[in-house]
């Protein structure tokens, strides 16, 4: 008996979830439902845990979901506009929230703590597609404490599914970078 709850607090690290694989997904832009379902098969197909927000032009709305959102741990944020079109078209942009001097901060200013981590995260996402990323005021992360982007992925249907592998390796590279491999 003594020896099972000794493997057991041995192997106890390994079934607790260590967050690598949560993203929150803040359903923004156009309502593309056939984009919008393949996107959530796909990815909750491919094991992440997934907590999806609606967007909201209401300020107070917007506050209610990042007190939801912020009660999220070690995960990304990732504003989604994802639709169908006739082309393949990738936007991917950061906030350009800056730390203020004093000891506390505003809700324009929560973003800039992970700052560096939300702009290795777009970088990440953006090199996968061969694009660049652009900083700009983003009002999905005002509030939100977490490293964060925004992303706009529109293509032909038939083409989704490839545009979600792409960006499923680019956040794969993201959750794993400075692991080393060890074969």
């Not at 504003?79 to 730390?99: M, P, Q, R, S």
């Not at 200013?109 to 996968?128: C, M, R, T």
């Amino acid at each position: 008996m003594k020896g099972f709850f000794i493997i057991l607090l041995i192997l106890f690290p390994f079934f607790i979830c260590n967050g690598q694989d949560r993203i929150v997904i803040y359903h923004s832009g156009e309502k593309d439902q056939t984009a919008w379902n393949m996107f959530r098969k796909d990815f909750q197909g491919k094991g992440y845990k997934m907590y999806i927000y609606e967007s909201t032009d209401s300020l107070d709305k917007h506050l209610e979901n990042v007190n939801k959102i912020n009660r999220v741990n070690d995960a990304v944020f990732i504003a989604l506009d994802v639709a169908t079109g006739e082309k393949n078209h990738v936007f991917v942009a950061v906030t350009e929230a800056h730390k203020g001097q004093g000891n506390i901060m505003t809700i324009e200013e929560v973003p800039a703590i992970h700052l560096k981590a939300s702009q290795e995260l777009a970088n990440y996402i953006a090199l996968s597609f061969n694009k660049k990323v652009k900083q700009m005021p983003l009002f999905p992360l005002l509030g939100v404490d977490m490293p964060g982007c925004f992303l706009h992925i529109e293509a032909p249907q038939e083409k989704l599914n490839e545009m979600f592998d792409i960006l499923h390796n680019a956040i794969q590279k993201y959750f794993r970078r400075g692991v080393k491999n060890e074969t």
